[in-house]
């Protein structure tokens, strides 16, 4: 089963569309470990599950490096995540946050840090807002935001490699637009997310759609 979709766009002044297809829901991937980490068996990623004070983005950056977590036979290895690692936690289903409660309990629905620059504006970084799963840049030294430390891994279905990239086409309406087509390729699980359309700032600017695709036909046994 395939999906088509047309994204017409007027008076935008995008160079670049940038499509994200948010698959899944977050938390069926999440482990408690009972340490005070939080381990995503998705993106190989853990956590930290308790919350930090606010602190500036270099101090952001000293707090993970010397953080040791769980107490007794701790891992050193910890980090400011990066702008997919932190959005990779973000599920866009929730009502209330888009962090899960069952598994961080106090997250504040507040910003947190990145270690992700702001190309176009270097002392600025992009943060994260969990109460929307806002993604925006802000002044690395003049704010204060929370902090979620992260180890190991390397972040799995929000990726920039796994983003798709769709240069726009001037139309006969005088604006942009683009097609695309996504097939569901499993025989047997049903592909389900969101389109969210950015910039080529990384700004957000749209929802597309909500995609929902069953498995295009049922698994047949060949054998015999």
């Not at 994204?7 to 670049?16: A, Q």
């Not at 977590?69 to 866009?92: F, K, M, N």
């Not at 942009?176 to 025989?187: G, H, K, P, Q, R």
Request: proline letters at 4%; hydrophobic letters at 40%.
């Amino acid at each position: 089963m395939k999906l088509k979709r047309k994204i017409i766009g007027r008076g935008l002044g995008l160079s670049l569309l940038l499509l994200v297809l948010w698959v899944g829901i977050v938390s069926a991937a999440l482990v408690d470990n009972r340490d005070g980490t939080i381990s995503d068996t998705e993106t190989g990623l853990m956590w930290r599950q308790a919350e930090t004070r606010l602190m500036n983005w270099q101090e952001a950056l000293a707090y993970c490096e010397n953080l040791v977590l769980p107490a007794v036979g701790g891992y050193d290895d910890w980090r400011l995540p990066d702008r997919y690692e932190l959005q990779s936690l973000v599920d866009y289903s929730s009502d209330y946050t888009c962090l899960d409660q069952t598994f961080f309990p106090w997250v504040m629905l507040s910003q947190y840090w990145t270690s992700t620059t702001y190309t176009l504006v270097p002392s600025f970084a992009w943060i994260v807002y969990f109460g929307n799963g806002l993604v925006y840049y802000n002044d690395k030294s003049y704010y204060s935001f929370y902090v979620r430390p992260v180890r190991a891994g390397q972040s799995g279905p929000v990726t920039l490699d796994n983003m798709l990239y769709f240069p726009h086409i001037t139309s006969q309406f005088d604006g942009w637009e683009t097609e695309i087509c996504v097939i569901n390729t499993s025989d047997s699980q049903t592909l389900n997310g969101t389109f969210r359309a950015y910039n080529n700032a990384g700004a957000f600017v749209s929802e597309i759609d909500v995609v929902d695709l069953a498995p295009p036909w049922p698994k047949r046994d060949y054998s015999g």
